[in-house]
Nanobody, 116 residues
Framework: QVQLVESGGGLVQPGGSLRLSCEGF????????LSWYRQTPGKDRELVAY????????SYADAVKGRFTISRDNDKNAVYLQMNSLKPEDTAVYYC?????????WGQGTQVTVSS
């Protein structure tokens, strides 16, 4: 069974940084486009960052452009989200997703809380 496991969440002060990691098991990340989403209570899950397969092209939500960076390491079967200059509105549960055509695999989520 495919499993994606996120880590790196936690409590950070405004202006601080966190690096989220997502590792895949029983799945080959090199075949998949990879994304980070986030969700807050009562709201839909929203796309934060995306990284493609071969070219490694990236895209970001406007709210995080210039502050977040997505990267991947296919040898380690991992995807990362470096989050800098964090704001209270970045508080959410962050999920990674691996997508291949009509197949989506999701992680269980990791909580990020930005508060003083």
């Amino acid at each position: 069974q495919v499993q994606l496991v996120e880590s790196g969440g936690g409590l950070v002060q405004p202006g601080g940084s966190l690096r989220l990691s997502c590792e895949g098991f029983r799945v080959s990340f090199s075949l998949y486009s990879l994304s980070w989403y986030r969700q807050t209570p009562g709201k839909d899950r929203e796309l934060v960052a995306y990284i493609g397969t071969i070219s490694g092209s990236t895209s970001y939500a406007d709210a995080v452009k210039g502050r977040f960076t997505i990267s991947r390491d296919n040898d380690k079967n991992a995807v990362y989200l470096q989050m800098n200059s964090l704001k209270p509105e970045d508080t959410a549960v962050y999920y990674c997703k691996a997508a291949l055509v009509q197949i989506d695999h999701w992680g269980q989520g990791t909580q990020v809380t930005v508060s003083s």
